[in-house]
Each structure stands twice: as C-alpha cells, then as structure tokens.
C-alpha cells in the first residue's frame, strides 16, 4: 500500500484521487477550495483545504513521508510551478505534474518535476493502447515505466486459483483486486479462485504489461 499526496481538486485530480484510493492506496488530497475538499473528503485518507504554496503547511502535513505527489493545479501556473518547487525541496521523491502546455512543462521540469503530464495528450495514448488489446480494459499509467491495468481473463483461468495461474512468476506482474460484479475483492489470496465474468487489477511495468497484451 502507498501514499500518495494530490494536490488541486479540479476533475482531473478529482479523479486520480479517487482512483488511487479505490485501489486500497492511502491519499492526502489539498485543494485551496473549501467544498472541492468537502466533496473528496469521504473517498480519500484525509483532505485538507491549504495553500500548497505555502512551505511551512507542507511541511506540516509531512509530504516527505509520501511515496508521490500528483501536482494537478490547472488555473494558476503560479502555484503550480512553486508547489513543485517545494514539494522537491521538502524531500519528496516522485512528483508529477500537470501541464498546459509544452512549455509550461519544461518549466516544470526545471522546477524538479520528475514526471509532467498533458492529460488530452496523455489520454489519447492511453485510450490508443486499450483499442490494440481485446483483452485490456483500462491502462493508467503513473509512472514513465509502471502502470495499473483491468485485464479480461480467458476462459481457461475459470475456476483455476491466482496460484495456479502464477501470475507473479509468469508474467511479473502482482494482482492487486479481482472485480466481480462491480465489486472488488482487494488483495486477494494464493487460493482465490477465477469466476466467469472476472476481470483481474493487475500492478507492473510497462514492459511486463506489454507482454500480457500478446499472451492473454
């Protein structure tokens, strides 16, 4: 389980929020918005209302202590570029963020951002890889090398256990939830057996996710 600080609540960071703490994760959410901290508050870890500018609130808040921060502020280049800036002074160790443009991005970059995203651009590729495999629902990628994926199992895994199937072994790849009728079954078990209809949350790289495409 990891920890994961997000900060700017418009729905682009709404949702990864929400997204990581559906997968069991722990999330600190910080908007400088009131009710945008309110309407995440019952999903994630804890919410704060904070000015992620301010040194001293990080600070406080121990964002050293997280694995990595999703820096997602769109309407204000100001704060989104110093919010950078001290989330890396401050000792966090992965920091993406989104940005407006390219050049907004290599600015970032000097900032110390080791990740910068465009969402339209990057969902366009993501939603690229879903169409070349059948078998590969949903792709978010959070990292430039490591990614989640909801992937459909084929007929043979029914009724056959997630040891069976040595999906670790086999593939590198962990299983971190079996969904089953909209529902999911969180860190399941060596034993846990396939049912029709699964489909498997699966954690990995890039290149081991690759791999299943062409195999599964």
Do not use: C, W
């Amino acid at each position: 389980m990891s920890q994961f600080i997000v900060i700017g609540l418009g729905r682009f960071g709404l949702s990864i929020a929400k997204t990581l703490a559906e997968y069991g994760h722990h999330v600190l959410a910080i908007d400088s918005d009131e009710k945008k901290v309110h309407e995440i508050s019952n999903y994630v870890t804890h919410a704060v209302q904070a000015d992620a500018a301010d040194e001293k609130v990080l600070q406080t808040l121990g964002v050293r202590n997280f694995d990595a921060a999703i820096v997602s502020i769109g309407d204000n280049l100001h704060t989104n570029i110093l919010s950078t800036l001290i989330l890396k002074e401050l000792g966090v160790s992965y920091v993406i963020v989104k940005a407006q443009d390219n050049l907004h991005g290599k600015v970032l970059i000097k900032a110390g951002a080791d990740r910068v995203i465009n969402p339209e651009k990057d969902m366009g590729e993501r939603l690229a890889k879903n169409i070349l495999s059948n078998n590969i629902l949903d792709y978010f990628e959070f990292a430039s090398d490591y990614s989640i994926a909801e992937i459909i199992i084929l007929p043979s895994m029914v009724g056959k256990s997630l040891k069976q199937l040595e999906f670790r072994t086999k593939y590198n790849l962990n299983v971190m939830a079996i969904k089953r009728n909209q529902k999911l079954i969180m860190s399941p078990g060596a034993n846990d057996r396939l049912l029709e209809g699964d489909t498997l949350i699966v954690m990995g790289s890039n290149e081991s996710l690759d791999r299943v495409r062409k195999l599964i």
